[in-house]
């Protein structure tokens, strides 16, 4: 069984050593007899859909987000077609709002890729600390790191989770993330998928369900894991 990670201009999406989240990824499938074959994309390559089993998406500055923007909005309905076709997508804090309608830069609105409903407006304010939230989704708490401008509008869209502790997407809402379809967008870094072993396991069943049907994952051993997730929580909830 093999399962393909897109991993989308590393060299230009790498603000926050979210190189991670592929790390974990490739880790939770070798472990269990899984070949994980990592592509990484540059501006220029053309992403193969067809083969690709989960995208990820990372975060850049100003000047990356709108190079990687501009490149995407060339095969955006390919992209658009992937993500209703139930292929995998993690996108993180400049990812997560280059799925929506528009971002914005200080004063400027940006149009981006019209994968997703959503559109993310400006604070002059960071939003930045440890945030902890309450997935529904996966039935436990999801911990990471947030640092960003943005103020994220999901609509009608379902969250990733409700705030326990932190801002999430806009410091108002209560809630952190986009979900649609197999597609997750968020803005918590840490990176996020080692600190939470059980959100990266339910992208790869996704992933391999899509590929070869559905099948359960043997189970390993999480205590590294849950060490540093566990520490996020006790530190603010006391649980």
Not at 43 to 68: A, Q
Not at 163 to 174: D, F, L, P, T
Request: aromatic share 8%.
């Amino acid at each position: 069984m093999k399962i393909t990670v897109a991993h989308l201009y590393p060299d230009l999406l790498n603000l926050y050593g979210d190189t991670g989240n592929i790390t974990a990824l490739v880790y939770r499938m070798q472990k269990r007899g899984i070949e994980a074959n990592v592509v990484n994309y540059g501006i220029n390559d053309e992403v193969d859909f067809d083969n690709t089993d989960i995208l990820f998406l990372g975060g850049g500055s100003d000047k990356e987000m709108r190079i990687v923007c501009s490149r995407m909005r060339e095969y955006r309905d390919k992209l658009k077609a992937y993500v209703e076709d139930d292929g995998c997508v993690l996108a993180v804090c400049g990812g997560y709002q280059l799925l929506g309608t528009s971002y914005m830069i200080g004063d400027e609105t940006v149009n981006a890729l019209e994968v997703l409903s959503i559109s993310s407006a400006y604070s002059p304010d960071r939003l930045i600390g440890d945030i902890i939230l309450q997935s529904d989704l996966l039935g436990t708490k999801i911990v990471g790191f947030e640092n960003h401008n943005g103020l994220m509008d999901i609509g009608d869209y379902a969250p990733l989770g409700k705030v326990i502790c932190g801002h999430g997407n806009n410091g108002k809402s209560g809630y952190e993330g986009v979900i649609y379809k197999n597609t997750i967008g968020s803005y918590l870094h840490g990176p996020l998928l080692p600190k939470n072993p059980v959100l990266t396991d339910y992208i790869i069943t996704k992933s391999i369900e899509k590929r070869y049907g559905l099948q359960t994952l043997t189970e390993l051993d999480d205590n590294f894991e849950n060490l540093a997730h566990d520490y996020i929580v006790n530190k603010y909830t006391g649980d």
